[in-house]
């Protein structure tokens, strides 16, 4: 299936991004729980606060882990996506625990198209691979091993840009049919038919 890039799902006059605290995304009206910097409407996504049918483009990028009800999320997201828009779904797979402000569950690439339900699946993959599984895990392996948070911020940083070239070697792993297994994001690209 051919993978996909976002400029193959334009965006439309209202596109909807879910979970952007802290960022500004142009182009989108940027829901979050929390009202902080770069967030138009603070709201649960469980419950949006818009109209049937009004965005053309829906970004859901590391959000589903931390929704109470992933089911309700996605009927939402249905309901508010217009006929033939786009649906950007992005989840962990292998990847440490991270709260935001709870971390509930991972996702398979299968767990993801059943979740979509009667979404048309247009393209699929992993956005980050192996390698990304192997380097993150070793980076939370290395901070278990420190005792002070500031140790753990340092290492953080200098580890963490150590380790960061390896992680080209995910643009030949992921190559392989077998990446999946120890991938790390996979993500969907879903319409809804109009
Ligand atoms: C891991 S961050 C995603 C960050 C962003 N998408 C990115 O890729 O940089 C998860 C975000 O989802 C938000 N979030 C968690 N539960 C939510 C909910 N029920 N409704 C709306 N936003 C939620 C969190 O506040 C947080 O900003």
């Not at 053309?56 to 109470?68: I, K, S």
């Not at 380790?163 to 070697?169: A, E, G, I, T, V």
Request: aromatic content about 12%.
């Amino acid at each position: 299936m051919n993978p996909g890039e976002p400029k193959d799902f334009p965006l439309g006059r209202w596109n909807l991004y879910l979970g952007g605290a802290g960022r500004r995304v142009p182009g989108y009206v940027n829901l979050d729980l929390f009202a902080v910097p770069g967030v138009d409407i603070a709201a649960d996504a469980e419950r949006l606060p818009f109209p049937d049918a009004i965005f053309q483009r829906v970004e859901c990028d590391a959000v589903l882990e931390h929704v109470r009800d992933p089911v309700q999320v996605m009927c939402e997201i249905r309901r508010v996506l217009a006929p033939g828009g786009y649906v950007h779904l992005v989840t962990p797979f292998c990847h440490p625990f991270h709260e935001y402000p709870k971390d509930y569950r991972r996702f398979t690439l299968d767990g993801l198209k059943e979740l979509a339900g009667p979404l048309e699946t247009v393209a699929e993959g992993w956005r980050t691979g192996p390698t990304a599984t192997v380097l993150v895990f070793t980076l939370e392996y290395v901070k278990l091993l420190l005792p002070f948070r500031g140790w753990r911020m340092i290492a953080h940083g200098v580890l963490g840009w150590l380790l960061f070239p390896f992680r080209y070697l995910d643009l030949f792993l992921l190559r392989s049919p077998q990446a999946g297994r120890i991938g790390n994001h996979c993500y969907l690209w879903v319409r809804k038919n109009p």
